[in-house]
């Protein structure tokens, strides 16, 4: 347990579904992120929201819209994805960026398949 | 570009040790991380390295030579419960988390 939890753990979706993952962080934190991992490749950072405020967007595309309304909670709106889209996706939570370590903690991820 | 290399996967046995390396190439430097990952599981924080030398933690130690742009994990007295992905991470000039693909560690026993 690290404090991040996330729902669903698992997801099905078809191309012209919508639907949302959530994250939420009982650690305090300041700063909050979406991260994409695929099989045998490196985390692919997405977003990441400081104090609520968007401070990275590493060229996502738009069916992938984030929302941050605390610096608890940290959403992931998902609408007409692409079969490349499935992979893992995962929450973590930092402190405050830019400070010392600011280790990253991560929850368990969303399992994502779109069919 | 930026990036990081290390192995895809090791095997090991149950009781040995085993060393995962991790090279970068960066622009700049702001600490090195590894982490674990468990199948289906969340990565968890092992380590942290800023500086150059070996940080000891346990049955497991991580050394930097920013120098060289290495790093490496060390795992003593292997266990069948750390068999799991092993992830190195170095943190840019931007703050921003360059991440390596992982190192599947097999343990047998």
């Known amino acids: 347990e690290t404090g991040v939890t996330q729902t669903p753990r698992h997801l099905v979706m078809g191309m012209t579904n919508k639907k949302s993952l959530k994250c939420e962080q009982h650690?305090?934190?300041?700063?909050m992120y979406w991260y994409k991992q695929s099989a045998k490749k490196p985390l692919e950072l997405m977003f990441v929201?400081?104090?609520?405020?968007?401070?990275e967007n590493n060229s996502v595309p738009s069916r992938f819209s984030p929302e941050c309304p605390n610096s608890s909670h940290l959403f992931l709106h998902l609408h007409t994805l692409q079969p490349e889209d499935s992979a893992l996706y995962l929450c973590?939570?930092?402190?405050?960026?830019?400070?010392?370590?600011?280790?990253?903690?991560f929850g368990p991820g969303t399992r994502l398949t779109v069919l | 570009g930026q990036n990081i290399d290390q192995p895809t996967e090791m095997t090991a046995t149950e009781g040995a040790i085993v060393q995962i390396n991790c090279t970068y190439q960066?622009?700049?430097?702001?600490?090195l991380f590894w982490y674990q990952q468990h199948a289906g599981e969340a990565p968890t924080f092992l380590s942290y390295?800023?500086l150059d030398g070996l940080e000891e933690k346990g049955r497991f130690s991580s050394f930097l030579s920013r120098s060289k742009g290495y790093s490496y994990l060390l795992l003593k007295e292997l266990q069948m419960k750390d068999s799991a992905s092993y992830l190195c991470?170095?943190?840019?000039?931007?703050?921003?988390?360059?991440w390596g693909a992982g190192t599947k560690l097999i343990i047998k026993p």
């Open positions: 973590a939570s930092s402190q405050d960026p830019g400070q010392g370590p600011d280790t990253q903690y």
């Open positions: 650690l305090g934190h300041n700063a």
């Open positions: 929201y400081n104090f609520k405020e968007q401070t």
């Open positions: 960066t622009s700049g430097f702001n600490g």
């Open positions: 390295n800023v």
């Open positions: 991470a170095v943190r840019d000039s931007n703050y921003q988390l360059i």
